[in-house]
């Protein structure tokens, strides 16, 4: 389940007759913008801005690929708690990346949508946000899914809340509730579960993300930092995913 990746020689010469099995729904944990630029003597803004440009890369990549569901943790319910320079900087992300990014969008057929408590996010967030949503919501091709100001956690207590007052209100009794009313209450409820869950920079931890949702997923780390996930080692975690053995906890016939 766990493993670190990295791109050879050999696997790249190879890779239009590898990748056979795509995954329908890939979630991505962008990790790593900060530790990039520090690295480079940059201000953590900087590292920001160049995960910015991999979404887009990225998005027109797994696009082309047949990918059908992209899911981006962009901004968790706990990282409010970051110093207000940088939270704003990423408040103002969504307005810069959907001015300069909506015509490929749209050239690419990809269809944005968001999940988390938007309402809490600052206007010029949602307007950014919002107006995203609504030029490409007659696209049919990738589903971009952005996860902003989300929490797994809170995520699932909403869905929680919601199935008790269905209950108290007679829809269905106690004895009734099935995982399915759970998963029709989350964010989430018209979207897959995701296939392969990839988390860049190396850390080994899901931080509140898609818990409920990640129960079977296929999970792939690796040391690369978000800024520097190029197209290539998007590929190479496709190459591993569908060398992956899924068996949702049953046992493999052959």
């Known amino acids: 389940m766990f493993k670190f990746f990295r791109k050879t020689e050999q696997v790249q010469k190879t890779e239009k007759q590898e ?3 795509i995954p329908t729904h890939v979630a991505i944990i962008m990790d790593g913008n900060g530790r990039w630029a520090k690295k480079r003597n940059m201000p953590r803004i900087k590292g920001h801005y160049e995960g910015m440009q991999t979404v887009k890369k990225i998005t027109k990549y797994a696009s082309k690929l047949g990918v059908k569901y992209l899911t981006l943790y962009a901004f968790s319910t706990e990282n409010w708690a970051r110093p207000k320079e940088e939270v704003s900087y990423l408040m103002d992300l969504p307005e810069k990346m959907f001015s300069s990014f909506m015509p490929e969008l749209m050239e690419n057929n990809v269809k944005v949508e968001v999940i988390g408590v938007v309402e809490k996010l600052p206007e010029n967030t949602r307007k950014a946000v919002n107006d995203a949503i609504e030029q490409t919501k ?9 996860a902003l100001n989300y929490g797994s956690k809170d995520e699932m207590l909403r869905a929680i809340k919601q199935i008790a007052k269905d209950v108290q ?6 004895e009734e509730i099935s995982e399915e009313h759970v998963s029709a209450n989350l964010f ?3 979207t897959p579960d ?3 869950l990839i988390r860049t920079s190396g850390e080994q931890r899901i931080s509140n993300f898609l818990l409920w949702q990640i129960a079977y997923s296929e999970f792939l780390f690796t040391k690369v930092a978000w800024p520097d996930f190029n197209e290539d080692e998007f590929y190479q975690a496709l190459l591993e995913y569908q060398s992956r053995d899924r068996r949702f906890g049953g046992l493999n016939e052959d």
């Open 194 to 196: 995701p296939d392969l």
């Open 169 to 174: 209100d007679n829809k269905y009794s106690a």
């Open 138 to 146: 007659n696209n049919t091709g990738l589903k971009l899914i952005f």
């Open 19 to 21: 990748l056979k099995k």
């Open 188 to 190: 989430t409820s018209n």
